[in-house]
């Protein structure tokens, strides 16, 4: 009887875990139950608890540390360096909930270094947005973007409290280049309250222009927790017989 329980037992017990993970009830860090406990809890054997986390490693969600126990992993998500895409598919592509958070919207003159920056005009007036992007229950990026209002008046009407700007702007107006700046950061003591990391955090910050027949449309800055996200790239050599 115990042998014909064991496949469901193990399905069951799989689904149980990964669901207290993606729901952000065990965040990333967490240690999960021993297995022993696990047995005690499911009233199974050492075996099927163990098909079970070995399952959940391989997919990337539970980490196992020798003498330690089993962590749940922190997401690392990837994204192209040359792409301009929606936040919400980087948290989607992790198997975890997106939210999203508005936190600030003002509609105000450029500054100069506004004016710097996105190479306005002296009367240009912009549409600032500073905005949080969830992972689960843990903050995964924070947006602070810059719209040039003499480019896309649209934005002056739009609250941006359910749509985040990045896929607003993906859909309603076409660009024709853009500009990527990538550096490595620590975190001030803002950045880290609302990315819910200890000040000093090393951060992983993509700072973008996007712009339209030589008019600027948006400057974006997005901070990553750096454990949490990494930048790829592919490329070929520009002659076949090249290499390096």
Partial sequence: MVEAKEPSLH????????????SGEWPPGHRIPFEHELTEQYQCSRMTVNKAITELVKRGLIERRRKSGSYVTHPHAQSAVLEIHDIRLEVESLGLPYRYERRVRLSRAAKAADRRLMELAEQARLVEISALHYAGAQPFCLEERLINLAA???????????????????????????????RAVGADARTAELLAIAPGTPCLVVERRTWSGGVYITHVRL?????????????APSHPKQAV
């Fill in 152 to 182: 896309v008046p649209d934005a002056a009407n739009e609250s941006f409290e359910d749509t985040a700007p990045g896929a607003w702007l993906i859909s309603q107006v076409p660009w024709s280049a853009a500009e990527h700046r990538i």
């Fill in 11 to 22: 399905r069951r017990i799989l689904e149980d875990v990964e669901g207290k993970i993606l």
């Fill in 223 to 235: 901070t990553y927790p750096g454990e949490k996200h990494e930048l790829v790239a592919e490329f």
